[in-house]
């Protein structure tokens, strides 16, 4: 069996982040890491993985899309155990909204042909939750997003996952594409083995071309949608942030008091 | 203008915000039609009619029924490729989402998201979406039709216009990837677990607890404020605490006086469920956490430092 994760290169979730007024698209210059919510996609397909009689027999190949450098942090995937890395690096890929990025990263899985596709629940740059229906879509298979439990038996997956009203199970034969929720487990930190490991493990990087995707497929020329403007949002009245020094409490039962909710 | 709303309803009754999209297509003017899509829906058009739609689609098929995403997919296209709608909207829901991006593939029709408003200007369609966890508003477009949007949950309020919808049944074909997924139980809306929506203060829990047992740190800060105990999803999926004390787009929508965020990041799905609260304060270790964007009161700590200590002040100012 294959496991695909599709995991993006993201700006560090602890950087300032914004959006260069030039170009109106995210700075990226940046410190980038892999996105964390890729990371529950990546400890699901250890997972199942693991589970499985044989987990030689089960290949976990990460898949992203993104800018060269975005290989350095996806050996993070492969320091926690996953097979290979799959690169799609491009420079006509830029500014590429969800009409093309969905098209890049679908020709890159067609080619792994994969059982099974994971995705996170969110990149934390674009806070879509979207791509996976329009990768699922393109590549024709069955979809089941936000998962908070995944099982996999008889050449099927199940999921369970919440909506606005509760808990659906959604069952689906393989091959599929599963999207996960950031509950659904608590990845494991690599080991000293596993990073020293990753550097020899198998990294790929294609050209949109080497896929047989054409350049205006993808970038600005193959998006739909553009930015006109940036702006600030609405201020919503004075915030107040302090360090703890002891006297947070202290600060918090002043406040409250001042404000007479309490 | 022709725009084409779709309408997701659950247990026999139109959602909320789906009735608020309509209204706001409405007041954009042009043509606005919805579609409804389920097995026994056709009764629901009506309504649809008295919150602005002229003409409501609808599909009643058993294949239809349960609310996954990849049939409603065949239908929207087989929908508007008898064309004339230029623009399609959708409130933001689980399979709202799904629906909108999958269509985005198929039809290669460029998709925004999150938006908060959209307004004719300069004659063309623009969006407003708030990004980067709300610290910016961008004003976003469309280069082609039809122009796909998904509207942030409990933007638009719905209001009754009095009008009536024809009512176009329509019969899409379904492709077979479409049909392999399968609802095995399909969700219901549980009445069991504490009721939030009328506190006046709410403490909610995220996963920064460490572990369900910590929940108690919360409930006891709760106790003493004469408040209720919710809970960020992420907690919730993972077991720690009911599904019915969970915050945001996906649970509850609350605005009480005061609400004590502890151990949550902030994110825009739990923001959508509080953002109307009288009071916000939020104790999280990381200072960049989003909640700090929009927290009246934020303290950057550890929360077993500081819950119980607050808790005891709180306590003992009751007290005196
Ligand atoms: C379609 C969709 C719908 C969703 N609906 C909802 C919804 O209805 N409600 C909802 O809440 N979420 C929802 N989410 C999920 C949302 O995007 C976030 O993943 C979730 O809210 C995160 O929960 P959290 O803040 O508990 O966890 P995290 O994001 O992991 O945040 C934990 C925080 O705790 C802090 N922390 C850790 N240790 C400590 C400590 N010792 N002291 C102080 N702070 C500490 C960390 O700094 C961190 O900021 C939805 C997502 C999607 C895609
Ligand atoms: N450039 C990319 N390369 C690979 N996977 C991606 C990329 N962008 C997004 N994803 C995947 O799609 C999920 C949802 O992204 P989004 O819809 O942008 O929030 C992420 O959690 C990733 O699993």
């Known amino acids: 069996m294959k496991i695909a994760v599709c995991a993006k290169y993201v700006p560090e979730a602890t950087a300032q982040r914004r959006l260069d007024p030039q170009t109106m698209r995210l700075d990226r210059s940046g410190e980038g890491a892999l996105n964390q919510f890729d990371v529950h996609a990546v400890e699901e397909a250890l997972k199942l993985k693991e589970a499985g009689p044989e987990a030689e027999a089960v290949e976990v190949v990460i898949v992203s899309l993104g800018p060269e450098r975005a290989l350095e942090a996806m050996r993070k995937a492969l320091a926690m155990g996953a097979d290979r890395v799959v690169l799609v690096s491009d420079e006509g890929a830029a500014g590429s909204d969800l009409v093309a990025t969905s098209r890049a990263l679908a020709a890159a899985l067609e080619r792994e042909g994969a059982d099974l596709v994971l995705f996170g629940q969110q990149a934390n740059d674009s806070d879509g939750a979207v791509l996976w229906a329009a990768v699922a879509d393109r590549l024709q298979r069955p979809l089941i997003s ?117 | 203008m022709k725009s084409l709303v779709f309408l997701e309803h659950h247990e026999g009754k139109l959602q909320k915000d789906s009735l608020g999209v309509l209204g706001k297509a409405a007041g ?204 960020t999803r992420a907690v919730v999926d993972a077991g720690w605490y009911p599904y019915a004390a969970q915050v945001g787009q996906t649970g509850k929508t609350v605005s009480p006086k005061l609400y004590v965020g502890v151990g949550i990041s902030g994110a825009i799905q739990h923001k959508v469920g509080m953002q109307s609260s009288g009071v916000i304060v939020a104790i999280n270790k990381d200072p960049n956490a989003p909640i700090f964007e929009y927290a009246d009161f934020g303290v950057v700590g550890d929360l077993h430092e500081i819950v119980p200590k607050l808790t005891e002040l709180v306590r003992a100012r009751k007290a005196a």
């Open chain 1, 146 to 262: 936000q998962v908070a439990e995944l099982a996999h038996e008889n050449g099927k997956v199940r999921g369970k996952r919440q909506t606005e009203f509760g808990y659906d199970v959604i069952e689906a034969p393989l091959p599929a594409v599963v999207a996960v929720s950031d509950a659904i487990n608590e990845p494991r930190y690599p080991s000293l083995k596993g990073i020293m490991g990753a550097k020899k493990k198998p990294q790929e990087t294609v050209s949109l071309g080497d896929l047989g995707v054409s350049a205006d497929e993808v970038g600005e020329a193959g998006s739909r949608t553009e930015v006109y403007a940036l702006g600030e949002p609405p201020a919503r009245g004075d915030t107040v942030k302090i360090e703890d020094d002891g006297s947070g409490a202290e600060k918090i039962l002043e406040f409250l008091q001042e404000k007479k909710a309490i």
């Open chain 2, 28 to 231: 954009l003017g042009g043509e606005v039609e919805a579609v409804l899509l389920g097995d026994g829906v056709e009764g629901l058009a009506a309504e649809a009619g008295r919150h602005g739609a002229s003409r409501v689609h609808v599909a009643d098929d058993v294949l239809l029924a349960a609310p996954l995403p990849q049939p409603r997919v065949d239908a929207l296209e087989s929908l508007l490729g008898e064309g004339g709608h230029d623009t399609v909207l959708f409130a933001a829901s689980v399979l709202s989402a799904d629906v909108a991006a999958g269509l985005a593939a198929r039809l290669d029709a460029g998709l925004n998201w999150d938006l908060t408003d959209l307004a004719e200007e300069d004659g063309r369609l623009v969006g407003k979406r708030p990004a980067l966890g709300d610290s910016i508003y961008v004003d976003v477009g469309w280069t082609s039709e039809p122009r796909l949007a998904l509207i942030r949950s409990g933007t638009f309020e719905p209001a009754e216009t009095g009008g009536s919808a024809e009512v176009v049944k329509i019969e899409p074909r379904l492709q077979d990837f479409s049909l392999a997924a399968r609802m095995v139980e399909q969700a219901h809306e549980e009445s069991e677990g504490p009721s939030i929506e009328d506190a006046d203060v709410i403490v909610a829990g995220g996963r920064g607890l460490g572990g369900p047992e910590s929940f108690a740190l919360v409930e006891e800060l709760a106790k003493a404020l004469g408040g209720a105990v919710a809970a």
